[in-house]
């Protein structure tokens, strides 16, 4: 089975602050998505990283693939109130042919 | 304009029951999946369609039962509910399976048994 452990569980910060969140795993993945979800909702995806060392930045969120393809971050500069929710990593098993989520980290942007 | 339709949203039954849930996509895609997120809101993979043939199957009770009418359609029905199977189910879809395509989710059925 392969696992996906984030960090941290939960995090709550003021409004303007920055943060980091990771995604590790023992397990190589041919690729890693990142997606959050909000109360009520599906998860809503965010990004795809696909080759080792890829770095894609969506406005003020950094996307960051690990070297190994085992590991990933998400970067948040200067967060915002409407960056609440459960951010989760996934990374996809060619062989599995499935996506396997994360534990989930908990954002709450306090204004 | 819903892209990933499952219904009904809540869903509040007695052990013992039987139900269903469904699933409409209307994205053109050929895959879809039934997740089954816990109250840690760990997301886990129930089952995989592609193209109406069943592609994966975790390790569930036979009493979880999918069927893809068509390629735009998968539905879970359940069988016998136990307490156990209290969770929010999700149902996705991606355009095919490969690691460059992203899911997109429908909001989720709760199931409460009671």
């Known amino acids: 089975t392969q696992l996906l452990e984030q960090s941290p569980q939960f995090l709550s910060i003021q409004e303007g602050e920055n943060l980091t969140v990771y995604c590790n795993s023992s397990?190589?993945?041919?690729?890693l998505q990142w997606y959050r979800q909000e109360p009520g909702e599906g998860p809503v995806l965010l990004v795809t990283v696909v080759t080792g060392g890829e770095v894609k930045k969506l406005k003020r969120l950094t996307f960051q693939f690990g070297d190994a393809r085992k590991d990933s971050s998400l970067h948040i500069t200067a967060a915002q109130p409407g960056d609440t929710g459960l951010y989760l990593c996934a990374g996809y098993s060619g062989s599995a042919r499935q996506l396997t989520f994360g534990s989930g980290t908990q954002l709450t942007v306090l204004p | 304009d819903t892209a990933v339709s499952q219904t009904p949203k809540y869903l509040v039954t007695q052990m013992g029951n039987d139900k269903s849930i469904k699933c409409e996509q209307n994205l053109g895609h050929d895959t879809m999946y039934w997740y089954k997120q816990d109250s840690k809101k760990f997301l886990k993979i129930m089952f995989s369609y592609n193209n109406k043939e069943l592609i994966i199957n975790e390790t569930v009770p036979n009493r979880f039962s999918p069927k893809s009418p068509d390629k735009a359609h998968l539905n879970l029905h359940i069988n016998s509910l136990e307490l156990g199977d209290s969770a929010v189910y999700f149902c996705?879809?991606?355009?095919?399976?490969?690691?460059?395509?992203?899911?997109?989710f429908g909001s989720g059925t709760r199931l409460t048994v009671v």
């Open positions: 397990s190589v993945f041919s690729s």
């Open positions: 996705a879809s991606s355009q095919r399976t490969g690691p460059r395509y992203g899911y997109t």
